[in-house]
């Protein structure tokens, strides 16, 4: 997906990463979900590095892939 988002000649320069943060910092949600084709293990590798986690699969619908589900911790953490 990144790929897509991003111009060959920025690609592997961390533009993807930066887009990413500009697009949920501010998010009110507690939780981003992102639902990744299994047909890519290196996308999901580089959701992983965004702190993103897989918790379980889901078809949603039933001509699609069975998606791997990512859930990544939007909550800024409070002191203790």
Same mark, same amino acid.
């Given at each position: 997906m990144s !790929?897509?988002?991003v111009r060959p000649r920025w690609r592997k320069t961390g533009a993807? !990463? &930066?887009l990413h943060e500009a697009l949920v910092e501010d998010r009110p949600e507690a939780l981003a979900v992102?639902?990744?084709d299994p047909g890519h293990p290196k996308v999901e590798t580089v959701y992983e590095s965004w702190?993103? &986690?897989r918790i379980?699969?889901?078809q949603p $619908?039933?001509?699609s892939p069975n $998606?791997?589900?990512t859930l990544r911790d939007l909550?800024?953490?409070t002191g203790f």
């Open positions: !790929e897509l988002m993807s !990463e &930066r992102l639902l990744v702190k993103y &986690r379980g699969n889901r $619908f039933p001509d $998606f791997a589900v909550r800024i953490p």
